[in-house]
C-alpha cells in the first residue's frame, strides 16, 4: 500500500509515560511493546517527507468536577494529570521541531482541538495512525477520522493495548466500519 508522502501523515496516539512506561499509572505492557514499531513507521515516514502528529492526553485535575456522566478518572483513576511526568511522550519517540503535537482532554484527538483544521492545512488526506490504546484513543480517533472524509489506516503491529482481545477487536472493527489496517510492512511511501 503506497501513500503520497504530500498528502500523508502519522498520527501517533498517546505514547506517553502514563501508559508505555512501567512506572505510568496506566501502564500496559502492550503499550510499551508499540514503542520500537512506532519508530520504525516514523524513520520511514520521516525520511519519505510525510507529516507527523503526536497526540497526547492531558486532563486538568478538576476536568471531570461536577460533569453530569464523563468522566475518566471514575473510570480509570487519576491519568496523565496536567503538568506531570506522565503527559510527556516516552524518551524514545523523540518529537522534532517540525512534528504537530496536540494536546487532547478526551478519546477522540479530533474533538475539541486543532488536528482537523492542521491536516487540512497542509493538504494531508490519508492518516495512519498508531499509537495506545487501541480500544480506546485509538479507535475513537480513527472513527472521528473517517467521519470527517479522512482515510484513516491503522497500522496493527504499532499499537498498544492492554489485552490481545481488546487489540483485535479494534483492528476488526475499524477495518469493517471505516478504515483500513495495515502492518508497518505493507506501508510504502511514493518516491517524488
Not at 520521516?46 to 503526536?54: M, Y
Not at 478538576?62 to 473510570?75: L, S
Not at 522534532?96 to 494536546?103: F, G, K
Amino acid at each position: 500500500m503506497e501513500f503520497d508522502p504530500d498528502h500523508a501523515a502519522v498520527v501517533v496516539v498517546d505514547m506517553q509515560n502514563g501508559f508505555c512506561h512501567p512506572d505510568g499509572s496506566l501502564y500496559a505492557p502492550g503499550s510499551e511493546d508499540a514503542i520500537e514499531p512506532v519508530s520504525r513507521l516514523l524513520q520511514r515516514a520521516r525520511e519519505a517527507g510525510a507529516r507527523v502528529v503526536f497526540t497526547r492526553d492531558v486532563h486538568p485535575p478538576e476536568q471531570f468536577e461536577g460533569n453530569h456522566y464523563y468522566d475518566e478518572f471514575e473510570r480509570w483513576g487519576e491519568h496523565v494529570v496536567e503538568g506531570s511526568w506522565e503527559t510527556e511522550i516516552v524518551e524514545e519517540l523523540p518529537v522534532e521541531a517540525d512534528d504537530h503535537v496536540v494536546t487532547k482532554h478526551t478519546y477522540d484527538a479530533f474533538y475539541n482541538t486543532d488536528l482537523e483544521g492542521w491536516l487540512r492545512a497542509h493538504r494531508v488526506r490519508d492518516l495512519l495512525i498508531c499509537g495506545t490504546l487501541a480500544n480506546v484513543c485509538v479507535l475513537h480517533t480513527a472513527g472521528s477520522a473517517g467521519l470527517r472524509d479522512f482515510r484513516p489506516v491503522i497500522v496493527e503491529d504499532a499499537v498498544g493495548h492492554i489485552e490481545e482481545g481488546h487489540r483485535e477487536y479494534a483492528l476488526e472493527h475499524a477495518d469493517w466500519l471505516f478504515g483500513e489496517v495495515r502492518t508497518t510492512d505493507e506501508i510504502e511511501f511514493a518516491r517524488s
